[in-house]
């Protein structure tokens, strides 16, 4: 099954096959995708107005991430993520947020600080329908702030390689009001410790939040009710 996706302006200092991987990112990442669904090369290059070389060119970038696999009969297909695929993926996390998080304590701006603690104001649990939106970014972000400002370029940008395998397994997942709720209480306490300076707490905090989202994921995640 073929999907439309918008292709957006290329922006300054962009490269084609650049604007076509962030684009198929994103459609992957906010499930548009199915698992198993094949990406046609011909189909996304008519989508895009372009050659096939920038389309394989991004579908060689997904392949070494992990989003999509290339069959033997040279069909890419999304990835289907087995449970202890997702398993692996939130360790990896883990251990990159984690030893980002005691970095950033001690480099991150009292300007990011700042923006934090309004977004953190503003998704304040309410009852109104609306406010899980504030908080998805607060979360969005803090995780950002805490990549950007580690101080260690490659250390940053392994984190956005998993961040998007991270995005692509919780599209599958409905998030509960309940599980936001518990996630913007963990997010304070990141928040807390970074503002206090203190790496010990902020890696402990990061730590335990994203073993915490680990195991909404299993409860949640519709693949994951049968176990390898």
């Not at 939130?90 to 005691?102: K, P, S």
């Not at 707490?201 to 299993?218: G, P």
Request: hydrophobic share 40%; glycine share 4%; charged share 25%.
């Amino acid at each position: 099954m073929s999907r439309t996706i918008e292709f957006k302006s290329l922006a300054p200092h962009v490269s084609l096959g650049d604007l076509v991987y962030q684009q198929i990112v994103e459609a992957l990442v906010s499930g548009q995708y199915a698992g198993g669904e094949e990406l046609n090369e011909v189909i996304l290059a008519a989508q895009f107005h372009v050659s096939r070389t920038p389309v394989r060119e991004a579908l060689r970038r997904l392949a070494a991430e992990g989003l999509v696999v290339n069959q033997r009969n040279r069909q890419t297909t999304v990835v289907e993520i087995s449970p202890s695929e997702v398993v692996q993926t939130y360790q990896v996390r883990q251990i990159l947020e984690a030893a980002a998080a005691r970095m950033a304590a001690t480099h991150i701006s009292s300007t990011r600080l700042a923006e934090l603690k309004g977004l953190a104001k503003a998704a304040t649990p309410r009852s109104d329908a609306d406010w899980g939106n504030g908080e998805r970014k607060f979360d969005e972000e803090l995780h950002r702030a805490v990549a950007e400002s580690c101080g260690n370029a490659k250390l940053q940008r392994e984190i956005q390689r998993y961040n998007n395998l991270v995005r692509f397994v919780r599209s599958r997942v409905a998030r509960s009001p309940q599980h936001l709720a518990h996630g913007h209480t963990e997010h304070l306490q990141i928040l807390t410790a970074l503002e206090h300076r203190d790496p010990t707490k902020a890696e402990a905090a990061m730590s335990a939040h994203i073993a915490s989202a680990l195991q909404v994921v299993l409860e949640e995640l519709p693949l994951l009710a049968r176990r390898p």
